[in-house]
């Protein structure tokens, strides 16, 4: 609504015995409030920005000619900022056909499955979350109620558009072959289906269990990693042009080379951190960094000593404040299989000066007692093994 009110008194000469008294008007409309104040007292000066006209945590300032708002660092534009940008359509930091970008809360975006965008789910004794699936016998796809991904339950006789292996035709796929299988896909009325990248495929890894290490309910009738049970992920493999990341059966990862043919499980969906900050990592001075996808709080710079696998669980509990040892799914949350050789491949801002070396888990080897699972930050890879639970390792601690 617009309003009027003075904004300024003057008194004129007298003019014919007679006092003119002359008063200036100014008229304001809804969506600024124009006034000359220059005359009035400052503490009777509207103020512009009171009620705040700015959204989403604009900042207001009052001008001449009334409310103006800065949007910077916002994610939105606008007048008011009301208008969300797409940050997407701007310039991302996305390979787009491994990691195509994706909207979270503004101003931000995630790379989606370049990292794992939801708490990782691990059966493994003092995980945070557990995995939790939902089986459609009828469609063919189970449902990961805590990653919001939809799988293709079971593995296909053949695979159509796949030149298989020598003796049997279509069994397997080329690394370019599986990403064309998965699109081409139609299941359950879908056609949106995708080949997983690394991160997603080790989600549905199960640790206690091996040969396969999988849920057998979710994923019937998966073959062992000897001799065939080695999956295609989309990741590939940046230190090497013609190779890219597989996922075997028993929950490993490994670089091979593109025209080797592998198994396929295909998957689409997942779920997208619209409710969680714009940025993957909050850094908390130098004593932690938490991770606003998985909700995991991580120690931020690691400890200069090495452990066995019973003096690093010792060394994380007596940190107190619920710091514990991570399972192997937790620590591979923090690979960035983008990161090319000799680069760490972890986030340098988030975690620096982390060393290009092997981190103890938590996780026992579910084939030998004796061993543990171990995730290896050495340049360019990032990904997990057995070791004795003797043997001396870094460690990073997470609550």
Request: hydrophobic residues 35%; proline residues 8%.
């Amino acid at each position: 609504m617009s309003r009027t009110r003075a904004s300024s008194i003057g008194l004129s000469a007298a003019r014919g015995g007679l006092a003119v008294v002359a008063f200036a008007f100014t008229t304001a409309c809804a969506e600024e409030f124009v006034e000359d104040t220059g005359s009035l007292p400052t503490d009777m000066a509207a103020d512009s920005c009171d009620p705040n006209p700015c959204q989403h945590g604009g900042t207001c300032s009052n001008t001449a000619h009334g409310a103006s708002c800065n949007c910077s660092g916002t994610g939105y534009i606008g007048t008011t900022c009301q208008t969300d940008i797409d940050e997407c359509a701007a310039a991302n930091s996305c390979a787009a056909e491994a990691y195509p970008c994706v909207e979270t809360a503004a101003p931000g975006y995630t790379c989606q499955g370049q990292f794992a965008d939801w708490p990782m789910p691990d059966a493994v004794a003092g995980s945070k979350v557990k995995p939790s699936y939902d089986v459609n016998t009828s469609s063919g796809t189970t449902i990961d109620n805590v990653t919001g991904l939809v799988w293709q339950r079971e593995l296909p006789a053949t695979y159509a558009g796949c030149s298989g292996n020598r003796s049997t035709p279509n069994d397997s796929c080329t690394w370019t072959e599986a990403k064309a299988y998965c699109s081409d896909l139609v299941l359950a009325g879908n056609s949106d289906w995708r080949l997983p990248t690394r991160i997603e495929h080790e989600s549905t890894s199960d640790d206690t269990r091996s040969s396969p290490a999988i849920d057998p309910s979710a994923f019937p009738n998966t073959p062992p990693v000897f001799p065939n049970g080695i999956f295609w992920s989309a990741s590939p493999y940046v230190s090497l042009a013609d190779q890219a990341w597989a996922v075997g059966s028993n929950g490993a990862a490994l670089p091979g080379s593109t025209a080797t043919p592998l198994l396929v499980r295909c998957v689409r969906g997942g779920k997208t951190p619209t409710g969680t900050p714009a940025t993957r990592y909050t850094i908390n001075g130098n004593a932690n960094v938490t991770d606003n996808r998985t909700g995991l709080v991580w120690q931020r710079v690691v400890d200069s000593n090495s452990y066995t696998l019973d003096g690093a669980k010792s060394y994380c509990a007596a940190l107190g404040d619920s710091w514990r040892l991570p399972t192997k799914k937790e620590l591979l949350t923090l690979v960035d299989v983008t990161q090319a050789s000799p680069a760490v491949p972890i986030d340098p801002a988030a975690f620096p000066n982390t060393p290009a070396e092997i981190f103890r888990t938590a996780s026992p080897s579910a084939t030998s007692p004796t061993d543990s699972l171990l995730v290896t930050f050495a340049a360019g890879a990032g990904y997990a093994f057995g070791n004795p639970n003797t043997r001396v390792y870094r460690v990073r601690c997470v609550r």
